[in-house]
């Protein structure tokens, strides 16, 4: 049987390497990269009319 890099018994409980190696759930790692991506955007924007609704007073 085949055996994937990194599938040892070594890394039991996979990892980030494992998944990587294996390609599996891709379609994971983009949602949660998508959704970092729009909490950090919304993060950028609160603190900008923040600064600017403190600037003003």
């Known amino acids: ?3 994937m890099p990194g599938a040892g018994v070594g890394v039991a409980g996979g990892g980030v390497g494992t998944l990587a190696a294996t ?16 909490l950090g955007t919304v993060a950028v924007i609160a ?11």
């Open 47 to 57: 603190a900008y009319r923040r600064n600017r609704r403190l600037a003003r007073s």
């Open 23 to 38: 390609g599996a759930d891709v379609g994971w790692w983009i949602t949660v990269g998508a959704l970092l991506v729009v």
């Open 1 to 3: 049987m085949y055996k």
